[in-house]
């Protein structure tokens, strides 16, 4: 019953055009390669619904909208990435929906030592309501 009421709920929420997906997505993905101070993270939260959630299925990860914010303030303070570069391949839509492929370059801390790292395997769903992300599903 609450898969059938949440679909009900997506269905009711008025279709977001191609365009304003688009843009929102891009700036979620400009914004997250950058989280370097706490203005970022506020306005890369600003694109999110109250309701978010966020998925890493390979890593079972499922992290409430709070959860997902104090995430990006440790992944600030351990400062373990540096220079992401991601870059959108290919980006199809449905209704309320955007699914993302993309590469990525960056530079890894270990042990002290910056290595780089690069994945042109990325993929994301981003699901919107009411104007805002209401979920990302990533995928890498």
Request: net charge positive; aromatic share 12%; hydrophobic share 40%.
């Amino acid at each position: 019953m609450l898969l059938f009421s949440t679909q009900f709920c997506y269905a009711l929420a008025e279709p977001l055009s191609e365009k304003d997906m688009r843009a929102q997505v891009t700036q979620f993905i400009t914004l997250n390669d950058s989280i370097d101070k706490q203005s970022t993270i506020v306005r890369l939260s600003q694109l999110t619904a109250t309701q978010f959630e966020y998925y890493q299925p390979s890593f079972q990860i499922h992290l409430n909208k709070e959860q997902w914010v104090n995430a990006l303030n440790e992944r600030m303070k351990q400062t373990r990435t540096r220079n992401v570069k991601t870059e959108i391949i290919h980006i199809e839509f449905a209704l309320n929906a955007a699914f993302v492929k993309q590469k990525s370059t960056w530079q890894q801390r270990v042990n002290g030592k910056w290595y780089a790292r690069s994945s042109d395997n990325i993929v994301s769903l981003f699901e919107f309501s009411n104007g805002k992300i209401i979920a990302v599903r990533e995928y890498w």
